[in-house]
């Protein structure tokens, strides 16, 4: 991630506005934060063999309605911040994918914004995405943690330390955290190798 993005002073001060309830705040604090975005959204469009400049810019827009759509957004800091709108590009993935499986199934289309992916987004994909989002939400049952450090390592492309700042834990935990989760990933999507792709 730019780590120049992450240590904006304006950026710190659109967050602050944006904690406390300020109208309009996210609306300055995205065009900061927008190539960070991208960015994520790149990253996460590859590792599902669907990324492109378009897919990822509509990808950021449909994460950014998502958290303009929240009631209260008050992220803590930078990397909590990013790994607020990961999560978002991950619901918008995940509801796309589920949407593809739909329409594979004959069960009628369900409309998404997302349009430019729906063009890229194999049945493939789709399937491997939704299978790993199920795997994620048991492992949040299990250990809500270990969840929390694939969500912003894998689908908000935080680094290690990142996580562990955005946490508020030791990067050793963060490091033990992120060996378990994907083990415990790998067993339960047997031979999923999308994981391999964040070291």
């Given at each position: 991630?730019?780590?120049?993005?992450?240590?904006d002073?304006?950026?710190?001060?659109?967050?602050?506005r944006?904690?406390?309830?300020e109208?309009?705040?996210?609306?300055r604090?995205l065009?900061?934060?927008?190539?960070?975005?991208?960015?994520?959204?790149?990253?996460?469009?590859?590792?599902?063999d669907?990324?492109?400049?378009?897919?990822?810019?509509?990808?950021v827009?449909?994460?950014?309605?998502?958290?303009?759509?929240?009631?209260?957004?008050?992220p803590?800091?930078?990397?909590?911040?990013?790994?607020?709108?990961s999560?978002?590009?991950?619901?918008?993935?995940?509801?796309?994918?589920?949407?593809?499986?739909?329409?594979?199934?004959g069960?009628?289309a369900?409309?998404?914004?997302?349009?430019?992916?729906?063009?890229?987004?194999?049945?493939?994909?789709?399937?491997?995405l939704?299978?790993?989002?199920?795997?994620?939400?048991r492992?949040?049952?299990?250990?809500?943690?270990?969840?929390?450090?694939?969500?912003r390592?894998?689908?908000?492309?935080?680094?290690?330390?990142?996580?562990a700042?955005?946490?508020?834990?030791?990067?050793?935990?963060?490091?033990?955290?992120?060996?378990?989760?994907?083990?415990?990933?790998?067993?339960?999507?047997?031979?999923?190798?999308?994981?391999d792709?964040?070291?």
């Amino acid at each position: 991630m730019n780590s120049s993005g992450m240590s904006d002073p304006s950026v710190t001060a659109c967050l602050e506005r944006l904690r406390a309830g300020e109208p309009g705040a996210l609306d300055r604090l995205l065009p900061l934060v927008y190539d960070q975005m991208r960015v994520l959204a790149r990253a996460q469009l590859r590792r599902e063999d669907v990324g492109s400049t378009l897919g990822a810019t509509a990808l950021v827009h449909e994460a950014y309605v998502r958290l303009a759509e929240r009631e209260h957004l008050a992220p803590k800091d930078r990397s909590h911040f990013f790994a607020m709108a990961s999560q978002s590009m991950r619901r918008v993935l995940i509801d796309h994918a589920r949407a593809r499986k739909r329409i594979k199934r004959g069960l009628g289309a369900v409309p998404v914004s997302l349009d430019e992916v729906d063009s890229m987004l194999t049945v493939e994909a789709a399937d491997e995405l939704a299978a790993l989002d199920e795997a994620l939400t048991r492992l949040e049952q299990v250990n809500a943690r270990a969840a929390q450090v694939v969500e912003r390592r894998f689908f908000g492309g935080l680094t290690l330390e990142e996580t562990a700042e955005s946490l508020g834990v030791s990067l050793k935990t963060v490091q033990r955290d992120w060996l378990l989760a994907r083990a415990w990933l790998r067993r339960e999507v047997a031979g999923d190798s999308s994981l391999d792709g964040v070291a």
